[in-house]
C-alpha cells in the first residue's frame, strides 16, 4: 500500500474515533473477550429512508486470522 493512502486512512480512522468513540470501545470489548471460531457476528445498517439491511457472518479460522493481521498492521502505524 502507498504510504500516502496509509497516512490517509490513519488521519481518518482518527477521524471517525473522535466522532464515535463508543465504536472503539466496543471493538476493545470484543477484543478482550477474545474471537473464536464458531462466533457469529451480527452487521445492521438502517438507511435514512428506513430500509435495514442485515448480514452475519460465523467467523473461521481464516477470518479470525484476517482480522489478527489487519489489528497488526495498525499497531504497526
Known amino acids: 500500500m502507498n504510504p500516502m493512502d ?3 486512512i490513519a488521519g481518518r480512522l ?7 468513540p463508543k ?3 466496543f471493538l ?7 474471537l473464536t471460531e464458531g ?7 438502517t438507511a435514512t429512508d428506513g ?5 452475519n457472518i460465523r467467523m473461521t479460522a481464516e477470518d479470525i486470522e484476517t482480522i489478527n493481521m489487519i ?6 502505524n
Open 6 to 8: 496509509m497516512m490517509q
Open 71 to 76: 489489528r497488526e498492521m495498525g499497531r504497526k
Open 39 to 45: 462466533t457469529v457476528m451480527d452487521v445492521k445498517f
Open 14 to 20: 482518527g477521524t471517525f474515533n473522535q466522532q464515535h
Open 51 to 55: 430500509q435495514e439491511y442485515v448480514a
Open 23 to 25: 465504536f472503539g470501545a
Open 28 to 34: 476493545k470489548a470484543v477484543a478482550a473477550k477474545g
